[in-house]
């Protein structure tokens, strides 16, 4: 399963990219493990706003969280609570850094064919997808 992060530079530039290890930190926060993602990196420290998606694949449902990310590095003394969280996701994944999201807003993504098709549901999405 992936989520899929954007972000900004300070000229407005987005970026957004896939990422593979992450789950939620408290109520409000979702942290994400920085393996290779020195652009996401490099913009959090510019710009803090982000959004971030999660979309079941054979579903097509998930969500929209935007939020304010703050990068966290090894030395810091918030870094061990948060890895501890991701190391059972890394495997042998070498974590450079955490990326944590303080949200603001969720809201719902729900594929078009829920809403055109009359008759579309769940289960006929994943029958689909895996056509």
Not at 16 to 22: D, R, V
Not at 57 to 82: C, N, R, T, W
Request: hydrophobic residues 35%; aromatic residues 10%.
């Amino acid at each position: 399963m992936l989520c899929w992060l954007a972000t900004v530079d300070n000229t407005g530039t987005p970026n957004c990219s896939p990422k593979e290890i992450f789950t939620y930190f408290g109520d409000d926060a979702v942290i994400i493990a920085n393996v290779a993602s020195p652009t996401s990196v490099s913009n959090i420290k510019q710009t803090s706003s982000v959004c971030v998606s999660f979309v079941h694949v054979f579903k097509q449902k998930g969500f929209k969280l935007k939020g304010k990310a703050e990068y966290i590095e090894p030395d810091d003394h918030k870094y061990s609570d948060m890895f501890e969280r991701l190391r059972p996701l890394a495997g042998g994944y070498p974590v450079k850094g955490i990326i944590v999201i303080k949200i603001h807003s969720v809201n719902q993504i729900i594929a078009p064919s829920y809403f055109l098709v009359e008759g579309t549901t769940e289960e006929s999405q994943i029958v689909s997808a895996k056509q």
